[in-house]
């Protein structure tokens, strides 16, 4: 009658590999088989099966060489530098960003205690001082393009040589000639001794920034406002400065 013989396997407590029961040495790392004693609870670790640190796969090795690639860095970074090209476009080159500018030197030269003159038509009341401020919205809109030429600034423009008509009538009667000339639908609907008003049949940008103001009123208490500036073109159609305030 034959019999089987059973072959019992242990593993190797360094390398983890199997060797025959019984074995004094591993026959895959030449270490010395220690036999467990009864006492001993410790479980055994198949070293060959644990890894220390997980290995990465491949597609992991390559996206991290694609990653580290200088083709890669060179276009994360000319993402950046678009991102930061067109946030300074729109901060500074457009019309509302520059609207938004002028409110903001406008606002810094009311917290120093300077003069707003340069940011704002004569006949606009200053705020009162302004601790804190946040921008909400922006809306614009096409208004006809009408200028003032008035007595007081043609003495001021005169005095300084800024224009070379000898006399006020002389200063009107140039104005008058410019834009009914244009055939644009230019045309004075306004006038006396002191101010001529003319409708030059052109047209500019009209825009109304919403703000939130902190702001301390004459009883020195910190209130909120919610403000709307409205921005225009100066009667020179070149910069553009606050023509009304509202709260």
Known sequence: MNTVEVITMEYCNECGNEVIAGSKFCN????????????????????????????????????????????????????????????????????EGEAKSVVASYIKAIQNGDSTSDFKSIDVDDFYNVTDYKFIKASKTKV?????????????????GRTFEKTYEKEKEYYRAIYEAKGVGGKVIA????????????????????????????????????????????????????TEINY
Not at 51 to 70: E, F, G, N
Not at 192 to 218: C, E, P, R, S
Request: a neutral charge.
């Open 28 to 95: 895959s790392c030449g270490s010395a088989i220690h036999k467990k004693t009864p006492g001993n609870t410790s479980t055994h670790v198949n070293r060959k099966n644990v890894s220390a640190t997980p290995s990465l796969k491949v597609s992991d090795k390559k996206l991290i060489r694609l990653i580290k690639s200088k083709w890669t860095i060179s276009f994360i970074a000319l993402v950046i530098l678009g991102f930061a090209a067109l946030y300074t476009y729109n901060r500074y080159f457009t019309l």
């Open 144 to 160: 006809d393009t009408i200028i003032h030429v008035d007595r007081s600034d043609w003495d001021n423009d005169f005095f300084v």
């Open 191 to 242: 006038e006396d001794d002191d101010t001529m008003t003319i409708k030059t049949g052109l047209q500019h940008d009209k825009l109304m920034l919403l703000y939130d103001l902190q702001a301390v009123n004459g009883l020195g208490e910190s209130v909120m406002k919610r403000t709307y500036f409205t921005l225009e073109n100066d009667d020179y159609g070149k910069n553009m400065e606050i």
